[in-house]
């Protein structure tokens, strides 16, 4: 791998190595600082201080340079670094061998300058860079490895071996393994000493480690990985060896102790090792784990590390059996072997040395699956159901505390585990598992791989949600009889069924049994004693299968009837009744269902006259017998059905012509029907004030039920016929007809009301006179020529005898009048004629709603539908009933079509008139406003630009001369949005309009009047908003003087507006402004002279937010090198220019001849930083003239002058 990829890899790492307490990652290196953010991060991470306000999203070009110039001048002025021939352009291009070199020079200052304790900025101190800083690095590591030979810090780390060394030197026994290292294996090398330095001693892997074995590893990335050692400190709890020295051995003893009694007691020999370890002494598996109770245990100690030394184990719990202990030379381990007698956790101490070991005391756990029990829904299947969480618990408390294992095995065959967590109780486990399907589940319980006892445990769950309740014992019951509940399951029941009875009013005696007809259904009898409401709940281990059903309990055997309405006889057409009493039968509905002798069914009402009792109405209509059933709850009632004879006197009829009128000189008929009515003879009598007799008549019996009555009259008037009707000899019913006499040939008409042509819905009148006829009613109908009747006109009678016939039509066509007295045509009473409709004629068009003046406005008319024939006519006149000159035409555009075009000349309201044919049609006179939109004028501010966000804006709109109409506006913002609007109206015609804009951008009116866009609408106004204006740039904190200062001015947001830049300080600066298009603005300006200038930013002549900004000017730091001077041709004056110079000190200036200083040396400032200094050459000779600039000689001083 190339040296500068190294190097870029090193330098990467160890800036996200600073970064991370930001929570900051970096990848490309060459582009990681191109917008300046994550360079300020590193500084400020590094100097723990603020760099100050920044951008901290950056987008534009302009943003990105304004954020890297402060991050850099950060490094050069407030921490007083070095930079050389690096700016903002090369970070942000960016240029990586530039980067490269900014990132090594803060690694030289922050990591290994001040790792040396000395500062390289400080001219006191010798700077420690190039090969300064990688000797006093390479001097470090020959003191701390001194056995070694080290020649640079590249080449001879290549093998791993000193790497290795170095991390055993900062902690002695981390990397013992540095002493039998093989240099062939330097990867393997290198990687086992980084890793431990970076666990133990906290120096992170800068550098991998194939890179530190790589011959072109570059030093920079070296001295940056190694220069962490500088810093290194131990961990606690360090893996430290220490080194045998086999010349010696030494002979140790083992005890083993429980509860103060000695299990066992050994001897064994080890090599000698420098000091006694314990923590070092190792005790393997499975110490940590436990064991069967009755079973025997190895536990192993591994003192192979820990030197010489004693070993003494001490065992205290709840029981030992026995132990043994044995040792191995071989392996340097303690063999145990231990039987524990009862479960329980035993704790076991292992000291080595008198001390106690690493990790001791260990805990020890017995464990007896025998005494577990386990108990819950998911092991006995009680109270659960498939879908609902089935619990398990198991109670360890008995046999010791243990890693369990449980599993469930479905009915299908499945098995899955479930996993258990601890309860409030410490030895208490709970787990669940949800089950998928009706059927057997076995669930397997195991402690530390034994089984518990009385396993496998056998849980029964039912799909409760597939069991479905069904049976008459779910609606109802009857008390002291078998009622039964049906119980069904698509997947079988499994599990003990079981039912609850429950009185709303007490305890119910209720006797039950469940019989099984299949796997899939079930059945449940029970008997109730007594009537109530009751509460029925049926479950499935111990679960409701369905919610309780709350089920009447009633007895029909209890309900009796009495009442007029059951009686053998009664009579139609009148109401009849009975009460039920239900009072001791229980909740139940009362049901009453009466048929009549055609089948049919009668209404009854049904009315609950106190608890339990009822009373029941009905009303028979037709003779016969009629069934009454009864039923309670359902159930049919005892005695029912009831048996009613019915008798209905109204069901003879009378009819005939002769019922109402008769006529002098013919027979008139009645008929007379007794069919079904119970009666079979029938009697007729006239009566009138004139004749007791009034008519003759004879009967003609047609059939036992039909008969027939002709009479004659003998007079005009009015008479009564009275018919009697007979059941043998028992009268049953006498009716009463009062019958009009009259003569039609004595009736007479005036038609001269009547034309053949009748306009549409326009009253005639005709008159009748029927004096001396003896008719009373006259009644007038209109049919059309097929006879069919289309209306009845009005007759009024003002004097008797005398009528008067009103006939509107309402629709159009040829009709005939006909005319009836007491139902009899009136001899030559049929008249023709044809009505005509005026307002099927449609009028229509724009003109009929708003006319324009000065413009053409056009109103329809269509007559096709008037089914009549005449002309089309208009008449204007003004509201004032004044006439008014309106020139109109009307033409015939088509057949039935005309087309009215009307010019008004004058503004107003009109009154428009169309007739046909001379009558109003339509809406007859309409009202139409004429208006004149042109004369509206637009006054204000209103559609003007340089208006500013939230000050009121008012213009005025003068409609005073448009006639009558409204006015409207509509006001929309730059997003399109509706903007409120005030309108008062201040005179006739003139209104006044305010808005307040929110936001910039051009808003827009629309103003129309009377419906109609007035001219120039709609009018456009330009909102800008000054606070929407953001500046920002390095130019508006500091500045330089003589040097170019930028900041940054985004309008994007402000709407349209004119940007006003001025600066007022010392001396006037010259300021440079640049759009990109976008209404941002990049400023620059040079202010001449050091002191507080005061930058003005205004937009659209307001200030923006933060202007006036009050910025410091100061000089750049002195740097005497960039000071020069002109020596003028007589060499007695010299021109000083020190403005690129910096700083604000005076200059100093020495002159000396050969033998004596220079007389009359004066320096005189221009006041730009340029000085005109003159001496006088007091002899021949060479002159030195010397020039500091804030101490420092200026370039080419001292000059060395030589004058005859």
């Known amino acids: 791998m190339d040296w500068r990829l190294i190097q870029q890899k090193t330098f990467t790492r160890w800036c996200n190595q600073q970064l991370k307490v930001q929570k900051i990652s970096i990848e490309d290196l060459s582009t990681a600082f191109c917008d300046g953010v994550n360079l300020i991060a590193l500084m400020e991470v590094l100097s723990l201080k603020s760099v100050g306000r920044h951008n901290r999203k950056p987008k534009v070009h302009a943003q990105k340079v304004d954020n890297v110039s402060k991050a850099l001048d950060f490094i050069m002025r407030e921490e007083r670094i070095k930079l050389v021939n690096i700016g903002s352009e090369d970070i942000v291009t960016p240029n990586l061998k530039l980067i490269l070199g900014l990132v090594w020079t803060l690694i030289l200052h922050y990591q290994i300058s001040q790792g040396f304790g000395f500062d390289i900025d400080d001219p006191a101190t010798e700077a420690v860079e190039g090969p300064s800083a990688a000797q006093a690095l390479l001097a470090y590591v020959k003191k701390m490895l001194p056995n070694k030979t080290i020649n640079n810090l590249t080449t001879d780390w290549n093998d791993g071996i000193l790497i290795a060394s170095l991390v055993d030197a900062h902690a002695p026994g981390l990397c013992t393994e540095m002493d039998t290292m093989d240099h062939e294996n330097a990867l393997e090398n290198a990687t086992l000493a980084m890793k431990l330095a970076e666990e133990w001693l906290d120096v992170p892997q800068l550098l991998e480690p194939q890179d530190m074995v790589n011959s072109k590893v570059d030093e920079l990335s070296m001295m940056t990985y190694l220069s962490q050692f500088l810093d290194a400190k131990l961990k606690p709890g360090a893996p430290l060896k220490q080194r045998i020295d086999p010349s010696q051995i030494m002979q140790c003893t083992g005890t083993v102790t429980s509860n103060g009694f000695l299990l066992s007691e050994c001897t064994f020999h080890k090599p000698g090792i420098l000091g006694c370890n314990p923590e070092e002494v190792r005790v393997r598996e499975p110490v940590l784990g436990g064991c069967h109770v009755g079973e025997s245990l190895n536990i192993v100690v591994d003192l192979v590390d820990a030197g010489a030394g004693n070993l003494c184990i001490t065992i205290d719990g709840p029981h030992i059996l026995g132990a043994t202990g044995t040792f191995d030379d071989q392996d340097g381990a303690v063999s145990l072997n231990l039987v524990f007698h009862k479960a329980g956790t035993y704790k076991m101490a292992v000291r080595y040395g008198d001390q106690e070991v690493k990790g001791s005391p260990y805990h020890i756990r017995a464990w007896d699956p025998s005494l577990v029990t386990a108990y819950g829904s998911g092991i006995t299947g009680i109270g659960t159901s498939v879908g609902l969480p089935a619990d398990v618990f198991v109670d360890l408390s008995k046999s010791g505390v243990g890693s369990l294992e449980v599993a469930v095995m479905g009915p299908s065959g499945e098995t899955y585990a479930i996993d258990v967590s601890l309860t409030e109780r410490p030895d208490v486990f709970i787990g669940s598992y949800v089950p998928v399907a009706s059927g057997e589940y076995r669930i397997s319980i195991k402690l530390e791989r034994w089984e518990v006892a009385n396993n496998p445990f056998t849980a029964l769950i039912c799909d409760l949600s597939k069991v479905i309740l069904d049976g008459p014992g779910l609606v109802k019951a009857i008390v002291n009889c078998p009622n039964f509940i049906e119980v069904f399951a698509e997947d079988g029941i499994y599990g003990e069924l079981a039912a609850q009875f429950k009185s709303l009013l007490g305890p119910q005696d209720v006797e039950y049994h469940c019989t099984r007809a299949n796997d899939g259904h079930h059945q449940i009898c029970y008997t109730p004693h007594q009537v109530g409401m009751m509460e029925i709940t049926v479950t499935c281990n111990g679960l409701a299968i369905q919610h309780s059903c709350v089920t009447p309990c009633i007895d029909p055997t209890t309900v009796t009837v009495r009442g007029a309405g059951i009686s053998p006889e009664i009579l139609a057409g009148k109401p009849a009744e009975f009460f039920i009493d239900a009072s001791h039968s229980g909740p139940g509905d009362v049901e009453a269902l009466i048929t009549d002798p055609s089948g049919g069914f009668i209404q009854t009402q049904i009315a609950c006259t106190q608890q339990g009792t009822y009373a029941v109405t009905y009303e028979p209509t037709l003779a016969g017998e009629h069934a009454i059933a009864l039923t309670f709850g359902g159930l049919k009632v005892e005695g029912s059905p009831y048996m009613v004879h019915v008798c209905d006197p109204g069901v003879a009829k009378v009819s005939g012509p002769g019922l109402k009128v008769a006529y002098i000189g013919v027979e008139n008929l009645v008929e007379m029907c007794t069919e079904g009515s119970g009666m079979n003879k029938v009697d007729v009598n006239f009566e009138s004030p004139l004749d007791t007799f009034a008519a003759d008549y004879r009967l003609l019996e047609l059939n036992e039920c039909n008969k027939q009555i002709y009479y004659t009259p003998h007079n005009v008037g009015m008479f009564d016929m009275i018919v009697n009707c007979f059941h043998e000899t028992t009268l049953i019913t006498s009716q009463s007809f009062a019958v009009l006499c009259i003569d039609p040939t004595l009736i007479t008409l005036d038609w001269r009301g009547m034309d053949a042509n009748v306009p549409f819905n326009e009253e005639r009148q005709i008159l009748i006179n029927t004096d001396d006829s003896g008719a009373q009613n006259v009644d007038v109908c209109i049919t059309d020529l097929k006879g069919k009747v289309v209306g009845y006109p009005r007759v009024t009678e003002h004097i008797p005898g005398k009528h008067t016939v009103t006939i509107k039509i309402d629709r159009t066509g040829q009709y005939q009048l006909d005319i009836k007295c ?355 050459i007091p002899e021949p000779g060479e002159t030195e003239i010397s020039i500091k600039w804030h101490g420092q000689h200026i370039m080419g001083s001292p000059f060395k002058v030589v004058t005859e």
């Open 822 to 1176: 007491n139902n009899t045509s009136v001899f030559g009473c049929g008249h023709t004629f044809t009505a005509f409709d005026p307002k099927a004629i449609k009028v229509f068009g724009p003109g009929l709603d708003q006319a324009i003046m000065n413009q053409d406005n056009v109103i329809e008319v269509d007559t096709e539908e008037a089914k009549g024939s005449g002309e089309v006519g208009v008449i204007f006149s003004f509201t004032d009933q004044a006439l008014c000159q309106v020139n109109y035409e009307i033409k015939l555009v088509s057949e039935n079509h005309y087309k009215i075009n009307y010019f008004p000349q004058q503004v107003g309201i009109y009154r428009i008139t169309v007739t046909y044919a001379g009558t109003a049609i339509g809406p007859n006179t309409v009202t139409v406003p004429c208006i004149d939109p042109s004369s509206v004028t637009i006054n204000g501010r209103g559609p003007q630009t340089g208006i500013l966000v939230g000050s009121p804006v008012d213009f005025t709109i003068d409609a005073s001369n448009a006639g009558p109409g409204t006015v409207d506006v509509a006001m929309t913002n730059a997003k399109g949005e509706k903007v409120p609007v005030d309108m008062e109206q201040t005179d006739c015609g003139v209104y006044n309009i305010t808005y307040i804009p929110f936001y910039s951008g051009d808003y827009r009116a629309g103003i129309t009047f009377g419906g109609q866009e007035v001219q120039g609408s709609p009018f456009v106004t330009q909102v800008c908003n000054p606070n929407s204006v953001v500046a920002f740039g390095a130019g508006l904190d500091k500045s330089i003087a003589l040097n170019a200062n930028s900041f940054t001015v985004d309008a994007s947001q402000a709407g349209d507006g004119a940007l006003n830049l001025t600066i007022e300080g010392p001396e006037e600066c010259n300021i440079d402004c640049k759009a990109d298009g976008d209404h941002i603005y990049c400023v620059s300006y040079v202010p001449p002279l050091a002191g507080t200038y005061s930058v003005n930013i205004k937009f659209a002549d307001v200030h923006i937010p933060g202007s006036p900004f009050l910025v410091a000017c100061s000089r750049a730091p002195s740097d005497a090198s960039k000071c020069h001077a002109v020596m003028e041709a007589d060499n007695q004056a010299i021109m000083v220019d020190a403005k690129n110079a910096g700083g604000t000190g005076a200059l100093e200036v020495g002159v000396w001849g050969a033998q004596v200083p220079a007389r009359y040396v004066t320096v005189e400032h221009n006041g730009d930083y340029t000085f005109n200094v003159s001496y006088e």
